[in-house]
């Protein structure tokens, strides 16, 4: 019997999209065909490639309307946020900006004698395995700089958002990327360890939780075959006496909550200078009692269902242990949370980097609050972890905020805002949370290799 992957729908429990996964020579053929477009594709002038990418963009964009609910019915993102597009295209957009001065010769010298230069070249195939959190978003991350700089594309989504590929390579196929070039693929996780150990790929992109970074690095041991991995988070926001306090609490309240608590660099720890922390919790409990849970293709839903009821459940133990182990729950169960995907967001206080809460992914709508005295009890806190993502500080000195941020070990330092990907900015974490780096000139770096030219003139 065939083997299917199923994208249960965590609205109601129900299959929303079933697809039969393609059998060990099955994948291996889309392997071949890839890199056997490979070399025409990399051979086209970069700006076509540059142009061919961004009109499948811009088909994304053309299906957002369907795009929006299909994405409340797969994981459960509300309606009312309009879906991915904006930053899909921001990001996508930027890579097409800076794909000519990022993968330009670097010229070292050409005179009477000799011309040399390195040039920046294409892996050859490429897969990008892609999260179920921001299905669009984390996969253009990857999928346009690849593409444009010469590289084929092998793209496997998660079951979870088991429609975001088959919709990606429609549109990039219908503005005229050729097929063999960008495919999107069904297979489960033993054919991919089995393509990545035979060397299929050339470059392997993981997005996703700490033991599937570890499968990945496991496939890829002894092929040379380089892997880049955004795992897991745990990011801090550190609110400083100086902070303007509505805006802190608004935005890490937000970077907590938003998306059920289901962002890579969503808030999930949160620590307060003494002065601040009683108004601080105070509006915190304030806002997300505002918030309205429910069913995601309902407009007036402000969060909605976690992606799978095993997610909200783990986060229902982590908020379980913590109170049992002496925090202070501040929310109220909300009438709709159905003890399955539908969770009611939490606030807790009263909690110890002893609890798992403080310490291990929650992925969720929680967020626990802690009391500092000074900048070296927080930096000590944010670093005990053993992710490395981001971190939010907020004060009114920047020159402050640079001493601190040089301090944490996380891959990006934000200051007065949090829970956002500039793509100007290398994308990148450190410890649990992975390795190489995304977006960017960076990230074109990272997909592609150097090639030396050393041309000595005949005369």
Same mark, same amino acid.
């Given at each position: 019997m065939t083997k299917t992957l199923k994208c249960i729908s965590p609205i109601d429990g129900s299959v929303f999209a079933e697809r039969p996964v393609l059998s060990v020579p099955e994948a291996e053929a889309v392997a071949?065909?890839?890199?056997s477009a490979q070399p025409a594709w990399a051979a086209r002038p970069l700006q076509d490639r540059i142009d061919l990418v961004m009109a499948g963009v811009a088909a994304v964009g053309a299906m957002n309307d369907e795009i929006v609910p299909e994405l409340a019915h797969q994981m459960g993102r509300p309606i009312r946020y309009g879906g991915e597009f904006g930053g899909f295209n921001e990001r996508? /957009?930027?890579?097409?900006? =800076?794909a000519q001065g990022a993968l330009a010769n670097i010229e070292v010298s050409n005179d009477g004698d000799f011309h040399r230069y390195i040039?920046?070249?294409?892996? &050859?195939?490429? %897969?990008?395995?892609?999260?179920?959190?921001y299905p669009y978003m984390t996969a253009i991350n990857t999928v346009a700089p690849a593409l444009i700089a010469g590289n084929t594309v092998v793209l496997k989504h998660s079951t979870q958002t088991l429609l975001v590929g088959e919709r990606m390579a429609a549109a990039f196929h219908q503005a005229g990327v050729p097929k063999e070039v960008f495919q999107s693929i069904?297979?489960?996780?033993?054919?991919t360890s089995h393509l990545i150990g035979n060397r299929s790929f050339d470059f392997v992109n993981f997005t996703g939780s700490v033991g599937g970074g570890q499968a990945m690095e496991r496939a890829a041991a002894c092929t040379f075959t380089g892997v880049g991995l955004e795992l897991g988070g745990k990011d801090p926001g550190y609110v400083m006496e100086d902070a303007d306090l509505d805006a802190a609490v608004d935005t890490l309240i937000d970077g907590a909550m938003f998306n059920s608590g289901q962002c890579c660099c969503g808030i999930e720890r949160i620590y307060v200078v003494e002065a601040l922390y009683d108004q601080f919790v105070e509006k915190a409990v304030a806002i997300v009692n505002g918030y309205k849970l429910g069913n995601p293709l309902d407009p007036e839903t402000t969060i909605g269902p976690m992606a799978h009821t095993r997610f909200a459940n783990e986060v229902r133990g982590q908020i379980a242990e913590a109170i049992s182990g002496g925090a202070k729950a501040h929310i109220a169960p909300f009438a709709e949370d159905d003890g &399955?995907?539908?969770l009611t967001p939490q606030i807790l206080t009263n909690v110890t980097h002893d609890m798992r809460v403080m310490r291990e992914e /929650?992925? &969720?709508?929680?967020?626990? =609050?802690?009391?500092v005295k000074d900048d070296a009890e927080a930096i000590a806190l944010m670093n005990d972890s053993e992710f490395g993502l981001t971190a939010s500080l907020w004060t009114k000195d920047i020159d402050r905020a640079k001493r601190v941020g040089d301090q944490i070990e996380t891959g990006t330092v934000f200051m007065n805002r949090a829970d956002y990907?500039?793509?100007? %900015?290398?994308?990148t974490g450190c410890k649990n949370t992975g390795r190489g780096g995304g977006l960017s000139v960076i990230g074109y770096h990272n997909l592609t290799r150097p090639k030396s030219y050393? %041309?000595?003139?005949?005369?």
């Open positions: 071949r065909t890839a890199r996508a /957009s930027h890579m097409a900006e =800076i040039r920046r070249v294409p892996h &050859g195939v490429v %897969l990008v395995v892609a999260p179920w959190n069904f297979v489960d996780h033993d054919t &399955g995907a539908y /929650s992925f &969720g709508p929680v967020v626990g =609050i802690m009391k990907l500039d793509p100007a %900015l290398c994308w050393h %041309l000595k003139k005949a005369h």
